[in-house]
């Protein structure tokens, strides 16, 4: 470990030091340089229709769309328009002073991207004492009072480890860009963008802050941890600033590895369907929201995979908010082309599992065709724009979405932190009504959730997430188990609590749901799921009640994504009684129709389901004696006829004859002298056709 470290902080260390002499013997281009050189705008201009594209946009009148128009048909009253806007920004109040930000934060960051834009756009039009009124301007009122709060040591108010997420990104990569446009007139610039090229080493690799209860910004995987849409947005100003950086230049800054990882976290939650693109919408994200944006500023910035293609081709008219369509100003510059996208692959060359260990966010599809299964769980950080929402899931089945988070409103509302953020209008387990502390948005988690030991083995695939961490005021045990076995999820969920008390299993779905005895059915479109639970069926036995009950299912209200003021129903799974110990166990059927027969298996310490279609039998165990009751000691047990120290046994039969097991911490599995898996360290192993495949962490 120390010397994995050590190598890190070499490698971290070696980057900051190549970066501090990246501009000072630097000559920029001339004008214009940023985001519309010569080059790219001599390629639009090959594409047919491009000119009538632009002019089209133009009409819109957005900086952006007037400055293309002007590059590419040279008409001066583009310009004209682009100059009024400038002068109008850079206008100098009565009452301006030397800390006048532009109303600061993201708004004065994007009004420096605007300016600078346009500055170096229309350059050649404006006359010297123009060019003076607005580099001066946009030092004085946007770069200057920027850095000063965010990055200069002699007046910075903000650290990586208070607003270092998404807004450290835009309001320091977006002044980065003006600066890049003033160079020929601020001497200054070049010490601005060493700062800031350093600074984005910094953001990259910050790694959360113990006291402050702050994750960190990046998993090493690759992944954003403030949700898909925060990823879209942080990460798009970075790769604006550094292509503007490399068109100004003539070469880029230097190579950051994690940018070949990060594209394929857009793709890994992203739900292809027949409509448009759908993603997890975990945390302050949005279902529709993609990661276009990035994905096209990775592929001008050289960072190119065929899957990038693919995604490009189903989001290439986005309608997402931070997205970029093809018809965009700078969609057309930079978009791949239409020969480009024909290279696109028919799925993604990524397999259908992923696991992000250090943000706690888990995919598994059973396929990457449109209108799949995809099931997502979540279970790590809450703070900020990541939820009170540890061990919760979401389930895409047939291009809907059945299993939904609830999503969130604009953050002025109460709901927002009342609602929307809180651990009730997730996918998981409260006890006597709470789950998180509701302090923990706000505050954070002081103790992540995880999740463990991805196994994706084709039709049978799982995964473990340990949701203790962040409700530890009521709960010494939150395991929740995701075994995808065919047609059936099963989720067993193993709890224990300080204190008798009341369990609730939340559910919130899309579409209509209706309950036919404990059965949830849940219709979205024409298609249809099914949500069953199995265990606890009565109250457990040792609990004083004269007339065991069976659980019940109550409905609750909640409210809609991003609608705050229409309430709807969300259901809950109550079993009866007070209890400190609790097993769940719930079917998700995900093909009603044609239901596989679940049967119920109770043992000596031990529980399970049978699960059988046609000739192929699954039978799951999950043995008792391994839930944390003994420590120190074995938890050796005999499932089914195996014996074994194992949590949980999964066996897959066909015509009654076993050849397939899961052993799930385990270390040994035997019957009648025949020993299928030997080991001194309990493992997570898939055994099939005499081979033993051992699970990662």
């Not at 230097?254 to 027949?274: A, Q």
């Not at 065919?486 to 709890?495: E, P, Q, S």
Request: glycine letters at 8%.
């Amino acid at each position: 470990m120390k010397l994995a470290m050590i190598g890190k902080t070499f490698v971290y260390g070696w980057l900051l030091l190549s970066l501090s002499v990246t501009t000072a013997a630097a000559t920029p281009l001339p004008h214009p340089r940023l985001l519309f050189p010569d080059a790219q705008i001599a390629r639009l201009k090959t594409i047919p229709a491009a000119r009538s594209q632009v002019v089209k946009l133009a009409t819109g009148g957005s900086l952006e769309a007037l400055c293309l128009a002007y590059r590419v048909t040279g008409d001066k009253q583009y310009a004209e328009k682009v100059r009024g806007q400038l002068l109008k920004e850079c206008r100098v109040p009565e009452k301006a002073t030397s800390s006048y930000h532009w109303e600061g934060g993201l708004s004065g960051a994007h009004k420096c991207f605007k300016v600078a834009l346009g500055y170096d756009s229309i350059y050649d039009f404006l006359s010297p004492e123009e060019r003076k009124t607005i580099s001066s301007a946009l030092v004085r009122y946007g770069i200057e009072p920027m850095l000063n709060d965010w990055l200069n040591g002699e007046h910075r108010i903000h650290a990586l480890d208070t607003m270092g997420h998404n807004w450290w990104s835009a309001c320091v990569f977006l002044p980065g860009v003006a600066a890049l446009a003033v160079m020929d007139e601020e001497p200054r610039a070049q010490i601005w963008l060493d700062a800031i090229a350093r600074g984005s080493v910094e953001w990259f690799h910050y790694a959360g802050s113990v006291l402050e209860n702050k994750p960190a910004n990046f998993d090493s995987a690759g992944a954003f941890y403030e949700s898909v849409g925060y990823m879209n947005y942080g990460l798009s100003q970075y790769l604006i600033f550094r292509l503007a950086w490399t068109n100004t230049f003539g070469k880029p800054l230097p190579d950051i590895p994690l940018l070949d990882k990060l594209g394929d976290f857009f793709l890994n939650v992203c739900y292809p369907n027949s409509g448009a693109m759908m993603s997890l919408n975990f945390g302050d994200s949005s279902l529709h929201a993609d990661g276009s944006q990035p994905l096209v500023w990775l592929w001008a910035n050289g960072i190119r995979k065929p899957s990038y293609l693919w995604y490009l081709k189903q989001t290439q008219n986005s309608s997402f908010r931070e997205g970029m369509g093809k018809n965009t100003p700078f969609g057309l510059v930079y978009f791949p082309g239409d020969a480009e996208l024909a290279k696109a692959p028919a799925v993604p060359d990524l397999p259908k599992s992923a696991i992000y260990h250090d943000m706690g966010w888990v995919m598994m599809r059973n396929s990457w065709q449109a209108n799949a299964t995809m099931l997502g769980v979540k279970s790590g950080f809450t703070w900020n724009h990541a939820h009170a929402d540890a061990g919760s899931f979401i389930l895409f089945h047939q291009g809907e979405n059945f299993l939904i988070d609830s999503g969130n409103c604009w953050y002025p509302h109460p709901q927002y932190d009342e609602y929307y953020r809180q651990s009730k209008a997730h996918n998981v387990i409260l006890f006597n009504g709470e789950g998180e502390n509701p302090e923990d948005t706000y505050y954070g988690s002081k103790f992540p959730g995880t999740v463990e030991h991805l196994i994706d083995d084709g039709d049978l695939k799982y995964v473990l997430a340990d949701a203790t961490g962040p409700v530890s005021q009521n709960f010494i045990r939150n395991y929740r188990h995701f075994l995808w076995l065919g047609n059936v999820i099963l989720i067993i969920d193993d709890l224990k609590t300080f204190r008798y008390g009341q369990f609730e299993w939340l559910l919130h779905v899309g579409g209509q749901a209706e309950c036919k005895g404990l059965d949830l059915n849940i219709r979205c479109g024409k298609s249809q799921i099914a949500v069953r639970p199995l265990f606890p069926e009565t109250l457990p036995v040792g609990f004083a009640h004269d007339q065991p009950e069976k659980m019940r299912m109550t409905e609750k209200s909640g409210l809609k994504d991003h609608e705050q003021n229409t309430a709807v129903p969300y259901y809950a799974f109550v079993p009866p009684g007070q209890a400190r110990v609790m097993k769940f166990i719930t079917a998700i059927i995900l093909d009603p129709a044609h239901s596989p027969r679940l049967e119920r298996l109770e043992g000596k310490n031990m529980i399970g389901v049978r699960i059988q279609q046609d000739n192929i039998v699954t039978d799951v165990y999950l043995n008792l004696l391994a839930d944390g009751r003994y420590r120190h000691r074995n938890a050796v047990n005999t499932l089914g006829g195996w014996d074994t120290d194992a949590y949980l046994l999964v066996v897959t039969s066909s015509h009654d004859t076993p050849y397939r097991y899961l052993v799930a911490d385990g270390s040994f599995l035997r019957r009648k002298g025949t020993v299928l898996l030997d080991s001194l360290t309990k493992v997570f192993a898939i055994l099939e056709n005499g081979k033993t495949v051992i699970y990662p962490k």
